[in-house]
């Protein structure tokens, strides 16, 4: 049985028809750059969040970026952020000047622990990026009150967590700022790079929307950068966006599938799920003692997986520099061997998850054996 890790071929066969038309309809406008599909794009996304703006920008990346621009840090200022995540969070924190102040996670959500943020704020801290990882939503109501407390920004990192919520408000709502990923494999997903930024803040998208191209057209009031998403994209995201609601609830049944599959099997740890939160699971992730030994086995089955990621972000070669040691971030450095995402996509079957599990059982005893 061939099973992709996300199936983006059918997600685009299922809407083929209404895709091919809007995608023609900028092509035959040449519409290439932003476009006549933006506006309406950045207007249904920023009310699907249930925020007052979305700028539309080239990536994800850029998203973090432009927020923290937007938000005045610089050289001299701390930005703390789990170490946990997919870099982008944290080259961008040094990419704006600022130094990188990783907080360890909660062992078994993944997420930044809030508790050990208290203990890394200085009188140098300026803000705190937040992860809902594997579009499970952090402690993000916790942080804020922090955040308020102190007198520092929040940033939410939604790249991983559309339409996830916590408390019965989605995410993306709790920060002064919160940034998406529309990368492909996303839960909501371009045919090519594409981010957005929200905010409820006036003054703060009105500066992103000007940082972001080149500081304004016709009088440039400020210098910026050139991030720019394509009208390609926000067609594509046009099309696809009335479906997110039921492509999160079939990746909601699909994880569930798995927790029952693997309800007899004391190998696997299942994703824990916090109280009152849902989970959109862009990832699900397992943790595993034997993980290497069962992912070879499933590379030899052709079961496709992914350690998301491989080190935790103190322990890569980038940040040696902060000369941390596994012992500052116990819970993460313990986790990043342990960890293994398997397939997910809304329109996984229950043969192909069964395949994997078998798989998954398989591999185990030939590890025991
Ligand atoms: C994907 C991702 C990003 C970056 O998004 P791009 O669109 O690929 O630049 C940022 N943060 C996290 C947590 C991500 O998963």
Sequence with gaps: MKIPFVDLYQQYNNLKSELDAAIAEVITNSDFIRGKQMEPFEQEFAAAI??????????????????????????????????????STSETITQTGARVVFCDTDERTFNIDAD???????????????????????????????????????????????????GGKTVGTYGDIATFSFYPGKNLGAMGDAGGIVTNRDDLAEWMTLFARHGGKGNHLIEGINSRMDGLQAAVLRVKLPHLQEWTRKRQEAAARYD?????????ETPYVAAGRSHVYHLYMIKTANRDSLRQY?????????????YALPFYKAYEY??????????????????????????????????VVKCVKAGLASSRA
């Design 50 to 87: 249930g925020s007052k703006h979305c700028i539309s920008c080239a990536n994800g990346t850029d998203a973090l970026y432009i927020a923290m621009r937007a938000l005045g840090v610089g050289s001299g200022d701390e930005v703390m952020t789990t170490a946990h995540t997919w870099i």
């Design 116 to 166: 050990g943020v208290k203990a890394k704020i200085t009188d140098k801290t300026r803000g705190i990026i937040v992860v809902h990882l594997c579009g499970q939503p952090a402690d993000v109501d916790r942080i804020r009150k922090l955040a308020d407390e102190h007198g520092f920004w929040l940033i939410e990192d939604c790249a991983q967590s559309h339409l996830a919520e916590l």
């Design 260 to 268: 029952e599959l693997f309800a007899d099997v004391d190998e696997i």
């Design 298 to 310: 499933l590379n030899e089955k052709e079961i496709p997986s992914v350690i998301n990621y491989s």
């Design 322 to 355: 902060l000369g941390h040691s596994p012992a500052d971030f116990p819970r993460a450095y313990a986790n990043q061997g342990k960890i293994l995402s398997l397939p997910i996509f809304p329109e996984i079957t229950r043969e192909q998850q069964e395949y």
